[in-house]
């Protein structure tokens, strides 16, 4: 057959080891990580999802190789650890038999042990070890380490290496970027030392060269390693793509593959993982630059989920080889559909960061978008349902979507009432923000999938008792959504204000100069693309802080934009919104007026429980999901909804 992604579906040979396509699952860490360090079956389920989604390398991070000076609460492959090689045996196998090159990450954190304890303040208890003596950002002191230590080290990154490969793994990626222990001695910023570890390039690229002659040693000649490096570090004071490229250059003679990311998790977070606010590929541009210099095969990443921009980037030669992380928890099949031609029908990734916020708060594994992420070993695929029955699914919105076409897959008849003439619910709304249109195309590839399946969708049809009565539903979910809250702030109803919802339809209601009451996550955004726009743009907020709807993740990068083009107001409530602008009340009761001709009326959402109420005894089984229950995410919309139906 002829592939509609040619380059990007190619087999592509590295060492010795042939890779079945060029999209390749990123280092993502794992959930249950045992008290010593072992690969929880949960984690070995969440790997072997990319592996059946058609990847051609599936990753599992990290691995810190020396726990003595890393005390970072991740894997260790250790044979005194009795669970430790087979619960690697059986990661190793699980990515294998479906195609896939299973790899492993080998880290060490260096200066910054302990970022994935779950217990944050046992941190203070570790040794911090780095290149040079210092303190972390947070306070920490760092010591450098000694040259024995150093061998020491570099002798532990061959032994786990050595296991790795007994373990089944085909291939080895080693970290050397993000601000880990490698690049702390690649970098100028961090490396002060005057031995021959520091000063000169060839002397701060000592550790990764004899790291990597380690891990050769013990793997022997054709079993693919693979440097995982920052193109540029991204910061004042960091090295830049110039000496990224004298770096790889020095070192690319050790390696089989050069995986280029970019920045430092501490210094670049929206850099090293690129938010909904930067371009899709936005670090392919590093790569680019180091494969002109090097002749081993050269990877990029960063925010890449649409296969024509990855079929450009192989097609072109930025680069041999792309990686996926977020992506393909959006849509672990993204690989396999791209290979068959069913690109349209892939989820694509939000860029929402609740996958990794969820980490950060939780120790688990979720996604907005799939609800499968985190619960992999629960099963990972729709089954049929033992007895077929009719459905009714009332609302379109993200949740109710979820559940008719997860019913439908699982072979029940249903039926979707939607009263407006457009599926979305309120993902429609974010039609006019271009940094979040992804999410309006959500309903467009949930819609399709649901259609396929065999959903009837009937739209301009408000489900009343009577109308839902009359199909005679087995089970009814009720997904009827939330709508925006309206306080009675005398002239908030006046023709100069635009609900946050509506703003999609009434944008050119909006003039250059606007009020947002609401500091909430949906008036930040908002804001923030009038801003964008070159309008002059206030948020009024009666609390201290705003967005604290958003997730740990995304907030900081949303505060970030917000304060280079956005004027902020705290502690304000609104009491009077008038032709000029809203009259406020601070805490001491004084007025304060925010000019502004158009007000963007951001007060949050109330969940639609008329609705409920009305229909809670229309059918025999009746389930309530998402906004409908309580105003909250489309996260929880779609989980709910894909579990209503795998209830019915």
């Given at each position: 057959?002829?592939?509609?992604?040619?380059?990007?579906?190619?087999?592509?040979?590295?060492?010795?080891?042939?890779?079945?396509?060029?999209?390749?699952?990123?280092?993502?860490?794992?959930?249950?990580?045992?008290?010593?360090?072992?690969?929880?079956?949960?984690?070995?389920?969440?790997?072997?999802?990319?592996?059946?989604?058609?990847?051609?390398?599936?990753?599992?991070?990290?691995?810190?190789?020396?726990?003595?000076?890393?005390?970072?609460?991740?894997?260790?492959?250790?044979?005194?650890?009795?669970?430790?090689?087979?619960?690697?045996?059986?990661?190793?196998?699980?990515?294998?038999?479906?195609?896939?090159?299973?790899?492993?990450?080998?880290?060490?954190?260096?200066?910054?042990?302990?970022?994935?304890?779950?217990?944050?303040?046992?941190?203070?208890?570790?040794c911090q070890w780095s290149a040079?003596?210092?303190?972390?950002?947070?306070?920490?002191?760092?010591?450098?380490?000694?040259?024995?230590?150093?061998?020491?080290?570099?002798?532990?990154?061959?032994?786990?290496?050595?296991?790795?490969?007994?373990?089944?793994?085909?291939?080895?990626?080693?970290?050397?970027?993000?601000?880990?222990?490698?690049?702390?001695?690649?970098?100028?910023?961090?490396?002060?030392?005057?031995?021959?570890?520091?000063?000169?390039?060839?002397?701060?690229?000592?550790?990764?060269?004899?790291?990597?002659?380690?891990?050769?040693?013990?793997?022997?000649?054709?079993?693919?390693?693979?440097?995982?490096?920052?193109?540029?570090?991204?910061?004042?004071?960091?090295?830049?793509?110039?000496?990224?490229?004298?770096?790889?250059?020095?070192?690319?003679?050790?390696?089989?593959?050069?995986?280029?990311?970019?920045?430092?998790?501490?210094?670049?977070?929206?850099?090293?993982?690129?938010?909904?606010?930067?371009?899709?590929?936005?670090?392919?541009?590093?790569?680019?630059?180091?494969?002109?210099?090097?002749?081993?095969?050269?990877?990029?990443?960063?925010?890449?989920?649409?296969?024509?921009?990855?079929?450009?980037?192989?097609?072109?030669?930025?680069?041999?080889?792309?990686?996926?992380?977020?992506?393909?928890?959006?849509?672990?099949?993204?690989?396999?559909?791209?290979?068959?031609?069913?690109?349209?029908?892939?989820?694509?990734?939000?860029?929402?960061?609740?996958?990794?916020?969820?980490?950060?708060?939780?120790?688990?594994?979720?996604?907005?978008?799939?609800?499968?992420?985190?619960?992999?070993?629960?099963?990972?695929?729709?089954?049929?349902?033992?007895?077929k029955k009719k459905v009714v699914?009332?609302?379109?919105?993200?949740?109710?979507?979820?559940?008719?076409?997860?019913?439908?897959?699982?072979?029940?008849?249903?039926?979707?009432?939607?009263?407006?003439?457009?599926?979305?619910?309120?993902?429609?709304?974010?039609?006019?923000?271009?940094?979040?249109?992804?999410?309006?195309?959500?309903?467009?590839?949930?819609?399709?999938?649901?259609?396929?399946?065999?959903?009837?969708?009937?739209?301009?049809c408000e489900a009343t008792k009577?109308?839902?009565?009359?199909?005679?539903?087995?089970?009814?979910?009720?997904?009827?959504?939330?709508?925006?809250?309206?306080?009675?702030?005398?002239?908030?109803?006046?023709?100069?204000?635009?609900?946050?919802?509506?703003?999609?339809?009434?944008?050119?209601?909006?003039?250059?100069?606007?009020?947002?009451?609401?500091?909430?996550?949906?008036?930040?955004?908002?804001?923030?693309?009038?801003?964008?726009?070159?309008?002059?743009?206030?948020?009024?907020?009666?609390?201290?802080?705003?967005?604290?709807?958003?997730?740990?993740?995304?907030?900081?990068?949303?505060?970030?934009?917000?304060?280079?083009?956005?004027?902020?107001?705290?502690?304000?409530?609104?009491?009077?919104?008038?032709?000029?602008?809203?009259?406020?009340?601070?805490?001491?009761?004084?007025?304060?007026?925010?000019?502004?001709?158009?007000?963007?009326?951001?007060?949050?959402?109330?969940?639609?429980?008329?609705?409920?109420?009305?229909?809670?005894?229309?059918?025999?089984?009746?389930?309530?999901?998402?906004?409908?229950?309580?105003?909250?995410?489309?996260?929880?919309?779609?989980?709910?909804?894909?579990?209503?139906?795998?209830?019915?």
């Open positions: 057959m002829e592939r509609k992604f040619p380059h990007l579906s190619s087999p592509i040979q590295i060492g010795n080891v042939v890779f079945r396509n060029r999209m390749c699952s990123a280092p993502m860490g794992g959930t249950d990580i045992t008290n010593e360090g072992a690969i929880g079956p949960g984690s070995k389920a969440f790997y072997e999802l990319r592996a059946k989604g058609g990847a051609a390398a599936v990753t599992v991070s990290e691995c810190m190789v020396h726990p003595q000076t890393d005390g970072s609460q991740a894997y260790h492959l250790d044979l005194s650890i009795p669970e430790s090689l087979p619960s690697f045996t059986y990661a190793a196998d699980a990515i294998r038999r479906h195609g896939a090159i299973p790899s492993l990450e080998l880290s060490h954190s260096g200066m910054y042990a302990g970022t994935y304890m779950a217990d944050k303040n046992k941190k203070g208890s570790l040079s003596d210092g303190t972390r950002p947070d306070g920490v002191p760092v010591k450098a380490l000694t040259k024995e230590m150093i061998a020491d080290i570099v002798a532990a990154y061959g032994y786990v290496a050595g296991q790795a490969k007994r373990a089944g793994f085909e291939m080895l990626m080693i970290h050397c970027g993000h601000g880990w222990l490698i690049n702390q001695f690649l970098s100028p910023y961090f490396n002060k030392r005057t031995d021959e570890y520091g000063g000169s390039l060839e002397n701060r690229c000592r550790l990764a060269k004899e790291v990597l002659q380690s891990v050769r040693a013990a793997v022997g000649p054709g079993f693919p390693i693979e440097m995982r490096m920052s193109g540029s570090e991204l910061f004042e004071g960091g090295y830049d793509l110039m000496d990224g490229v004298e770096i790889a250059k020095q070192l690319e003679e050790y390696v089989d593959l050069i995986h280029v990311s970019a920045g430092t998790y501490q210094r670049g977070f929206g850099n090293t993982h690129p938010s909904m606010f930067r371009e899709h590929g936005c670090n392919v541009y590093l790569a680019a630059e180091i494969k002109k210099h090097v002749k081993k095969p050269v990877a990029t990443l960063g925010g890449l989920n649409d296969p024509a921009q990855m079929e450009e980037i192989i097609a072109s030669g930025k680069a041999d080889v792309v990686y996926m992380g977020r992506a393909l928890l959006a849509d672990p099949y993204l690989p396999r559909k791209v290979m068959e031609g069913r690109d349209d029908e892939i989820v694509h990734c939000l860029r929402c960061f609740t996958c990794m916020a969820e980490r950060a708060n939780t120790f688990t594994r979720r996604c907005t978008v799939n609800p499968v992420i985190g619960r992999e070993i629960e099963g990972d695929e729709i089954q049929p349902a033992p007895v699914v009332v609302g379109g919105g993200p949740g109710g979507l979820m559940a008719a076409k997860t019913a439908a897959k699982r072979g029940h008849q249903v039926i979707l009432m939607e009263k407006e003439s457009e599926l979305g619910g309120i993902l429609k709304s974010e039609s006019a923000i271009p940094f979040k249109y992804e999410m309006y195309q959500l309903t467009g590839t949930y819609a399709q999938d649901a259609i396929k399946s065999g959903v009837e969708i009937r739209l301009n009577e109308l839902v009565e009359a199909e005679h539903p087995d089970a009814l979910i009720i997904a009827a959504g939330s709508t925006p809250l309206i306080v009675p702030i005398p002239g908030l109803t006046g023709p100069n204000v635009v609900v946050v919802n509506n703003y999609y339809k009434e944008k050119d209601k909006v003039g250059d100069e606007v009020v947002v009451l609401g500091g909430g996550l949906a008036g930040c955004e908002c804001a923030l693309h009038l801003a964008q726009e070159g309008k002059k743009v206030k948020i009024v907020e009666m609390r201290d802080m705003l967005a604290p709807d958003a997730n740990v993740r995304h907030r900081p990068l949303l505060m970030a934009e917000l304060e280079k083009s956005v004027e902020i107001l705290t502690g304000l409530r609104g009491s009077e919104v008038t032709a000029e602008g809203v009259k406020c009340l601070n805490k001491d009761g004084e007025e304060v007026f925010v000019r502004g001709a158009s007000v963007i009326c951001a007060l949050g959402q109330r969940a639609n429980r008329k609705v409920v109420d009305e229909l809670i005894d229309a059918a025999p089984y009746v389930s309530v999901i998402g906004d409908c229950v309580r105003a909250s995410t489309i996260t929880n919309a779609t989980y709910q909804g894909y579990h209503a139906a795998l209830d019915i």
